[in-house]
T-cell receptor
Framework: DAGVTQSPTHLIKTRGQQVTLRCSPK?????VSWYQQALGQGPQFIFQ???????QRGNFPDRFSGHQFPNYSSELNVNALLLGDSALYLC?????????????????FGAGSRLTVL | DQQVKQNSPSLSVQEGRISILNCDYT??????FLWYKKYPAEGPTFLIS?????DKNEDGRFTVFLNKSAKHLSLHIVPSQPGDSAVYFC?????????FGAGTRLTVKP
């Protein structure tokens, strides 16, 4: 049973460019959340998608946008990249309506996509 | 705003001894607290959680303690094993909002 898969694993962009990161959730999960983890910090919540709509958003500018497809996979798009966008971007999946804190139903994270902006 | 803080960036313990990782929070509305473990090149994996209505939860070698009056929780690992060496993140949850601490790197020496 595949867990959460993310692509690409690493990428390098220059300031002003745009990037798209992809995520396939764990089998059976229907909700995808995206996190940004800067160096030396914990993951910061960007937004969450369920039923192809953004359900909740953290404190990130509109340059960060996303999409969820009918198969529950998701994309994170970042426009007009800044040096400060360099980070590990983590995707996490879960199943809505379940107890998120009883072992198997908590957030399941992918290994992340490491973005470097030069 | 740092609503969840892990003030120790690193901790080193001897194999077989107890590891104690600490976490402080500022928002009294958090419902649940969780600990995640992260190995290099992998995503964080869930370790243990505790509801805000409890003060202790135990799972094998791992025990989480919650002190709501002090807004403090801790993770105890007994006995510590070299395979426990990883970065540990404390997380707190309220509604749909999950906040993470910056992590503590635990090194267990053989």
């Amino acid at each position: 049973d595949a867990g959460v898969t993310q692509s690409p694993t690493h990428l390098i962009k220059t300031r002003g460019q745009q990037v798209t990161l992809r995520c396939s959730p764990k089998s059976g999960h229907d909700t995808v959340s995206w996190y940004q983890q800067a160096l030396g910090q914990g993951p910061q919540f960007i937004f969450q998608y369920y039923e192809e709509e953004e359900r909740q958003r953290g404190n990130f500018p509109d340059r960060f946008s996303g999409h969820q497809f009918p198969n529950y996979s998701s994309e994170l798009n970042v426009n007009a990249l800044l040096l400060g966008d360099s980070a590990l971007y983590l995707c996490a999946s879960s199943l809505v309506g379940t107890d998120h804190f009883s072992g198997a139903n908590v957030l399941t994270f992918g290994a992340g996509s490491r973005l470097t902006v030069l | 705003d740092q609503q969840v803080k892990q003030n120790s960036p690193s901790l080193s313990v001897q194999e077989g001894r107890i590891s104690i990782l600490n976490c402080d929070y500022t928002n009294s509305m958090f419902d649940y607290f969780l600990w995640y473990k992260k190995y290099p090149a992998e995503g964080p994996t869930f370790l243990i959680s505790i509801s805000s209505i409890k003060d202790k939860n135990e799972d094998g070698r791992f025990t989480v303690f919650l002190n709501k009056s002090a807004k403090h929780l801790s993770l105890h690992i007994v006995p510590s094993q070299p395979g426990d060496s990883a970065v540990y993140f404390c997380a707190a949850f309220s509604g749909n909002d999950m906040r993470f601490g910056a992590g503590t790197r635990l090194t267990v020496k053989p």
